[in-house]
């Protein structure tokens, strides 16, 4: 776009910036917080067209057809609509309305035999009459891909109870196996090898999982869920969800404070752990402290820090942990400033010395936290909103630059933000969602409603002709079901 912009018109100083929407959802929307290289995706598919499918390709992007639009139905069935020409809209009377409501069930019919006829006149190719683009569950990142996974957590969550431990496990950049790849050639820095921070943070997650469910950290571990995500950050991060067994779902407050921390160790009896933790779970200093720092928004941090002193653990009315953070005058020193234990994130003493990562673990059993939790897995991708302005000017008789009003070119652009270590996870096709123990989907649907796929150049009646075309998990089950239960009457099973 800008190259046209270039080519049509005389504007010659064009600046792309990202915008910071306050009326959208900060989560996708927010701005990068780090200087990286990234992919910017006109018109990408959003959770928010999840109920659309007909899609078409303009010159700026994907651009969804609303059912409403009088050129859908030729869209969705072009063997009706051979010329393109419309057909009902908004503006359609009321008298019109309630013909279609008394007579839906006929022009089903005639719509299904004006099919059949299509198929008959050998107008059986799909591909000759127009494409249609439709994202399914198996498209990773795609509406109904983030869905059904949502809906696998939730059966989890209804088999296994409420989730027990909330983890976050971000990338750490001063790794020793990134250090390795990156002293091989000189001048190399971090942000020139993506593959590389891929690569380590997926062997590094696939350890600590494996740590969280053999070892003894917190108790017998059931079930397990996590999504990998960046928000901007440059770094991946994964949200992890633990189910522990029941024996261990109701913790006391000393138990808590034996697998999780938020104090600031004594540098004395273990230094180890004390450099750790400054490194890595030191949060700000941000309030009133340093009201510039990014988390601060009208001079409040968003991640509620510092936090109150208190002088042993606690689990308030909502089931929420206030964990214990004592006056005890111990301090990190971070940009000349001395942070005590109010700032510290919590953090499990031997997953965050073992893994040498900010590392936050957070007790959450209580049924107001599931909405909270579960966001992170139905969240979406990252996407931005920019626009391209012209905002110099040359002066062609002093040969000096001056700012000019802000001219937009058209409107703002929704797109999908890529990130370069995003796309290299995604090209090594490492799953953004985990869910432990599997989720059997069962489809069921009506009859002669079930989902047919096929590819664009198959021809219909092979499709139609499918021997399979009206089996689905959900009804061989029950068909085996009955079979047993009516051998169990005989007694035979």
Request: proline content about 5%; glycine content about 4%.
């Amino acid at each position: 776009m800008s190259r046209d912009r270039f080519f049509d018109t005389d504007v010659h100083h064009l600046r792309l910036r990202l915008i910071g929407s306050q009326t959208t959802d900060g989560r996708e929307y927010n701005l990068p917080t780090c200087s990286e290289i990234a992919a910017t995706i006109i018109g990408d598919i959003g959770a928010e067209n999840a109920h659309r499918d007909i899609i078409v390709e303009l010159k700026g992007g994907l651009q969804r057809i609303n059912v409403l639009h009088p050129s859908y139905m030729a869209l969705q069935y072009p063997f009706l609509f051979p010329y393109g020409e419309d057909d009902a809209y908004t503006c359609i009377e009321e008298i019109q309305l309630m013909w279609v409501k008394e007579n839906q069930d006929k022009l089903r019919i005639e719509l299904y035999k004006e099919l059949k006829d299509a198929v008959m006149r050998g107008d059986t190719t799909p591909a000759s009459s127009g494409k249609r683009f439709v994202l399914p569950s198996s498209f990773t990142g795609s509406p109904r891909y983030m869905i059904e996974n949502y809906q696998d957590a939730m059966a989890i969550c209804r088999w296994a109870g409420y989730p027990d431990l909330f983890i976050t496990f971000t990338c750490n950049t001063k790794w020793p196996e990134i250090d390795l790849f990156l002293s091989k050639k000189p001048r190399q820095k971090v942000e020139d090898r993506p593959d590389v921070i891929a690569r380590v943070f997926k062997i590094k997650l696939d350890q600590l999982l494996y740590d969280l469910k053999h070892g003894q950290h917190f108790g017998k571990v059931i079930a397990v869920v996590y999504t990998v995500e960046y928000q901007k950050r440059g770094l991946p991060h994964a949200h992890i969800l633990l189910f522990v067994h029941h024996d261990d779902k109701h913790p006391t407050a000393a138990e808590i404070d034996r697998i999780i921390s938020a104090e600031i160790p004594d540098l004395n009896e273990d230094s180890l752990v004390y450099e750790a933790v400054k490194q890595y779970m030191v949060h700000g200093p941000c309030g009133s402290i340093n009201l510039k720092a990014s988390c601060m928004i009208e001079n409040k941090c968003t991640k509620h820090f510092p936090k109150k002193f208190c002088s042993q653990t606690t689990v308030d009315e909502d089931g929420f942990p206030i964990y214990r953070r004592r006056n005890n005058g111990r301090f990190v020193e971070r940009n000349e400033v001395k942070l005590d234990n109010r700032f510290i994130v919590p953090y499990n003493i031997e997953l965050l010395v073992k893994f040498q990562a900010h590392i936050n673990v957070e007790w959450c059993n209580c049924s107001r936290s599931i909405k909270y939790l579960f966001k992170y897995i139905t969240k979406g991708p990252d996407r931005a909103t920019l626009i391209l302005e012209e905002n110099l000017h040359i002066d062609s008789s002093t040969g000096m630059q001056h700012m000019t009003d802000t001219d937009e070119v058209k409107t703002y652009l929704n797109c999908r933000y890529v990130s370069a270590i995003e796309a290299c996870w995604r090209i090594f096709e490492f799953p953004i969602h985990h869910r432990e123990p599997t989720v059997q989907r069962l489809n069921f649907h009506n009859e002669d409603e079930q989902p047919v796929v096929f590819e664009d150049t198959d021809y219909l009646n092979s499709v139609v002709n499918k021997p399979d075309i009206k089996k689905t998990k959900f009804t061989e089950w029950m068909k085996a079901n009955a079979l047993y239960e009516e051998a169990r009457e005989l007694g035979l099973a």
